[in-house]
Every structure is written in structure tokens, then in C-alpha cells.
């Protein structure tokens, strides 16, 4: 298994600003996933962090409003960037051990932009 | 397109039974899970299926029909804690989860 320490936990926002997520995984893993959950709805995928590469974007989510940095292969950060009401929602990162495996994930960060 | 479907809500009573349906169509399978998550928690591992059939993990079961892109989830003994979002997800032909969006399952005592 893995265990994942996401910070904040929450944090209240003014519009314009940014916040930064970070993950910490107790094990060294090769990609780390970055999921938004708005209220009510499904874990909508964001990108795919590699160490010692870009990160990968989903459709829909781009790197100037969601940089993402991997420095080594327990650590990811995910910034939210100029942050507006809409970007209101729960972020979670998560990993996975292998092509068979589960996902675990970190508690989450409760956004809200004001 | 891929997509998983699974209803929005269901109600049960505590000490019952309720079972869970989720419906796919991914490119291509690897594998579904099913996961549990507390308002305002994140999503907790369940169960397994990559073979078709039933897997049983003490009060909780689930079942695959790999033909049909069908699950199940089986909750058996209903307790109160089990009020939550049951998800369902597909790892695909790149070993990419897609999530379905969720049921929120309402205990009754």
C-alpha cells in the first residue's frame, strides 16, 4: 500500500491568487495523478506527473493554470493559478503501485475562491 | 466515447441488503474497482474484479460480467456507516482509470 500526506487540507481563497497542493508519498512511485472533485460529481482527472519530465494534461485542463512540478519520485506539487470561483472544488493527488493496482489517495484540499 | 454509468442515489435500511450496478464501455479492460468515500473524504479502496465472477470480502461482494460491461456491488448487513458514495472505475486499454460519477448510498435505521 501507500500512504499519502496532501497539504492543506483546506484553504479559502481570494480570486486572482494562487495556492500550491503538495503530496508526499512514504514510498517512491513513478507517476502521481492529479484528480478535481467538484460537489456531487465524479474525480475528474487533471494531468499525470512523471519525475524528470512535463507532466501530462488532460483535455481541458493546460499547464499555464495548472503547473505541476515532480522533482523526485516521492513528491509532486500541483498549483492552482490565477484562481477564480469556478476552480471552487476538492483536489486530490494519488498513486497507484502498478498497472493492476488500486489508486490510493491523499486526503484531499477543500478549495474555495472568493 | 468512454463512459461508466451508476445511479445517482439509492436508499436502504440498516441490517439489509443492497446492491450497487455499474455499467461500462471503456477502450478496452483492465481491470474495475470499486471504491468508498465519506462526505468530504477522500475515496477508499473496496474491491477488485479483473475475471469474471464474484469476489467476496467479508460483508462486502462484487461481481464482473466482462460480456456485458457489468458490476455489481453487494453490501450485505447493512450498518450506518456504510452512508456514503460507492464509485466505480475501469482501468482501460492504457491502464487509465475512468470513474463513474458515483451513488450515494442513504442508510435508513
Do not use: V, W
Given at each position: 500500500s501507500a500512504v499519502i500526506s496532501q497539504k492543506p487540507s483546506r484553504d479559502i481563497c481570494q480570486r486572482g491568487t494562487s495556492l500550491t497542493i503538495q503530496c508526499q508519498v512514504d514510498s517512491q512511485v513513478t507517476m502521481m495523478f492529479w484528480y478535481r472533485q467538484q460537489p456531487g460529481q465524479s474525480l475528474t482527472l487533471i494531468a499525470t506527473a512523471n519525475q524528470g519530465s512535463e507532466a501530462t494534461y488532460e483535455s481541458g485542463f493546460v499547464i499555464d493554470k495548472f503547473p505541476i512540478s515532480r522533482?523526485?519520485?516521492t513528491f509532486s506539487t500541483l498549483t492552482v493559478s490565477?484562481?477564480?470561483?469556478?476552480?471552487?472544488s476538492i483536489y486530490l493527488c494519488s498513486v497507484e503501485l502498478g498497472e493492476g493496482s488500486e489508486a490510493f489517495f491523499g486526503q484531499g484540499t477543500r478549495l474555495t475562491v472568493v | 466515447g468512454q463512459n461508466i454509468d451508476q445511479p445517482t442515489e439509492m436508499t436502504a435500511t440498516e441490517g439489509a441488503i443492497v446492491q450497487i450496478n455499474c455499467t461500462y464501455q471503456t477502450s478496452g479492460f483492465n481491470g474495475l474497482f470499486w471504491y468508498q468515500q465519506h462526505a468530504g473524504e477522500a475515496p477508499t479502496f473496496l474491491s477488485y474484479n479483473v475475471l469474471d465472477g464474484l469476489e467476496e470480502k467479508g460483508r462486502f461482494s462484487s461481481f464482473l460480467s466482462r460480456s456485458k460491461g457489468y458490476s455489481y456491488l453487494l453490501l450485505k448487513e447493512?450498518?450506518?456507516?456504510?452512508?456514503a458514495s460507492y464509485l466505480c472505475a475501469v482501468k482501460n486499454s492504457n491502464y487509465q482509470l475512468i470513474w463513474g460519477a458515483g451513488t450515494k448510498l442513504i442508510i435508513k435505521p
Open positions: 522533482p523526485n519520485l490565477n484562481m477564480s470561483p469556478e476552480d471552487s | 447493512l450498518q450506518m456507516k456504510d452512508s
